[in-house]
């Protein structure tokens, strides 16, 4: 979805809001794209401008909040882009896309990439932090709109509306299954790809393991665009 938009990166300007580990952030510098970093962590911007000065990287990395987005410029980046896991650290939606719109050029792209919400009613082959649980029977532990102290659990309703509200259109909206030749470093329902690959990917049978049948990422592509913005 990123290199439709983006055949080349070279010299565009991108912003990694919420960057987390920077792994996006260092992906975007080496396809040559003019990358800035954004965190609330005083912390993970400090780690990440260490690892960028390591390598030699001019990265700027700014201590924002991904909400108000404060201190970095009006209509300044061709892409803002925002990877699994911000999203649960966000309590207004609605106001961090404003902010999108704000610092994104007339015509700048939104794309953002997150677990699919439909993975969090259910227990069994739902990721957990510690372990994957997962057995030939799902079972629903919590309704889809209920939330978690600390962590803010979005619909994909409340996606939309977000960015339909603050002026986005939304381009391009892809459900994503977990596959096996997952390229994006997460062996889903086990916990090494050696487990997965000794199982033969069993797992990922949805006639043996129902939870194969959810979709397991939720990815966005949305533009700004003048008439918004004003």
Known sequence: MLHEAFPDFKGRKVLVPSCGDCYAVFAFHLLGADVAAADLSSQQIKNARCRAQEQGWEIPFVQADSMTLEGLPDDTYDLVYTSNGAHVWISDLPMMYRSFQRVLKPGGT????????????????????????????????????????????????????ALLGAGFAVEDFRELMPYKDDLMGHAWYYKTYREREKDKYAKHDWCKYPAAALPAWLAVRAVSNERNKS
């Open 110 to 161: 939104y794309l953002f990439f997150e677990v699919h919400p439909f993975n969090r009613p259910f227990k069994d082959g739902r990721l957990t932090t510690k372990v994957h649980v997962f057995g030939r029977h799902i079972r629903v532990v919590k309704p889809y709109t209920a939330v978690e102290e600390g962590r803010y659990h979005w619909r994909v309703e409340d996606f939309m509306r």
